[in-house]
């Protein structure tokens, strides 16, 4: 899933503010204080970082209603209706999402009520929308946002943006994301510690720990801090907290997970970095951007900068489904995102409907994850990605199908997809096998009034998945797309 417009940057999310405790009580001027001491907030951050900023940073407070306006203007210019639509379709085919969800609107609810502060790379300034917070929770969304700032003026973020949606690759976005996010966070994260007494000398140990734990951890786990807030930040700003939590656990997780993962999941592969190569390894990094979620997700790889994604062309199927077909849309998963979809279905803890129904919800939650040192199960049959593309189908009859080509490091690494796949399938839509080998499956789900088939097929290093009406000759499909990644390999 891409960022959803180069003009929110480092949005301070909300929810993960909280994840560092709620602080001492703020000064009526806080906000005030802060703004115009902005010098101050840049010293931090060059003093971290070890570069100096090129020129102050302008820095306003903005209203809520004025930011939606923003976020609409943005997601206008930044997401064409026909993108946003083809991620609607293919994330409700897989299904991430409710058939009935408004994904436009969705993302809009989400973006307004989580952001705390955000970062315009094209007036080159930040606001803070939620200026009632305390004041040293001001300072570490200051602190993330002007780290964005610097990030601009050393390395051109609004170019880099530009460049990664010229190709339609949703994972390159996101591993943009992750860089971006990552290091502003770790950035933040070594100035609470100090704050705390605690110089870690730009990392070490304590900080890895500490992130390797954060990570795990999915902001609906977080407690509801609503009494506790009401005692240090004006009344506007808890029931803005209040609502961005709420938001928060409405939110499908699929998407949540793509805006919260590149914080941490970030952070945790910068630390990484930072431990082996300093600031001057980082900052190559922003020189020559992670190809791909895969190599963050694992630190090693990115030290190493080898595993490149395999670029994967897929075949027009349009005439194998059937008259009246036609592709309408193509883009990347990447690790990242099979995760996140395996996760949804395979993990003792699935995303509910209903918050409350969440096992070990609030503190409780948040404590397992913190606790939590084993793989999901997204996770261990995401690892050995080496590259995927998948395509929407429109029917001119208003039907949609789904066809997904992946690729992996090695034969096991498709085969422990292939069988999670097909457990998650039978998990998300309690479908019926109609047919299953070692090699090959078929799952019927949804109702008599559009059924459609599941296929899977495994190939060597490849797995192919076809989510289509049964109307259509799936298996005379898949075998055309078995073929067409013969002759590629």
Known sequence: MKSISKSLIGMGL???????????LAQDDALKEILGDISTYQEIVEGIRGEKFKKDVPAA????????????????????????????????????????????????????????????????????????????????????????????????????????????NGDAESALSFLVEGEATFV??????????????QGGPMMEMSLRSLRKVNPTDMPDMGSLLGQ??????????????????EMPNFLLRSFSDPYMWGAYAIAKVYGEKGWDGI?????????????????????RGDDPPVEIQNPDISSALGSGWSRTFGD?????????????????????????????????????????TSETP?????????????????????????????????SKDAAEFFEAYRKAVKARFSSTELSSTAYRFRHVIGSD?????????????????????????????????????????
Request: no cysteine.
């Open 188 to 201: 933040m994260m070594l100035d609470q510690f100090k704050q705390m007494g605690m110089d870690l000398g």
């Open 61 to 168: 407070s903005q209203s809520t209603e004025d930011f939606a306006k923003f976020v609409r203007k943005s997601m206008d210019e930044d997401l064409p209706p026909e993108r946003l639509e083809g991620w609607s379709k293919a994330l409700k085919l897989l299904g991430v999402l409710e058939r009935d969800y408004d994904l436009r609107e969705g993302l809009m609810e989400f973006v307004v009520t989580q952001a705390g502060a955000y970062y315009d790379p094209d007036s080159k300034a930040f606001y803070v929308v939620m200026g009632g917070l305390p004041k040293a929770m001001l300072r570490t969304i200051v602190v993330h946002e002007l780290h964005h700032a610097l990030q601009d003026q050393l390395f051109d973020l609004e170019g880099m943006l530009d460049r990664a949606q010229k190709g339609v």
């Open 232 to 249: 240090v930040a004006d009344g506007d700003d808890v029931d803005a907290l209040k609502k961005a939590m709420q938001a928060a656990r």
């Open 449 to 489: 009034a559009d059924t459609q088939n599941v296929f899977g097929a495994l190939q060597d290093k490849d797995v192919i998945i076809l989510i289509a009406p049964t109307s259509v000759p799936g298996e005379k499909t898949v075998d055309r797309l078995l073929g067409a990644r013969r002759e590629s390999n």
């Open 332 to 372: 990347t998963m990447g690790e990242h995102g099979i995760l996140i979809i395996l996760d949804e279905f395979l993990s003792p803890k699935k995303a509910a409907k209903d918050p409350k129904e969440k096992k070990g919800d609030g503190l409780e939650g948040m404590m397992q994850a913190l606790l939590e």
């Open 283 to 303: 900052s190559e990094l922003f020189r020559s951007p992670p190809a791909s979620t895969e190599v963050l997700m694992h630190p090693g790889k990115l030290l």
């Open 14 to 24: 909300a929810a993960l503010v909280l994840f560092h405790g709620v602080p001492a």
């Open 378 to 410: 997204g996770e261990t049959a995401a690892a050995g990605w080496g590259g995927d593309r998948y395509d929407v189908y429109e029917s001119d009859r208003g039907r949609t199908a789904l066809a997904w080509v992946t690729h992996w490091d090695r």
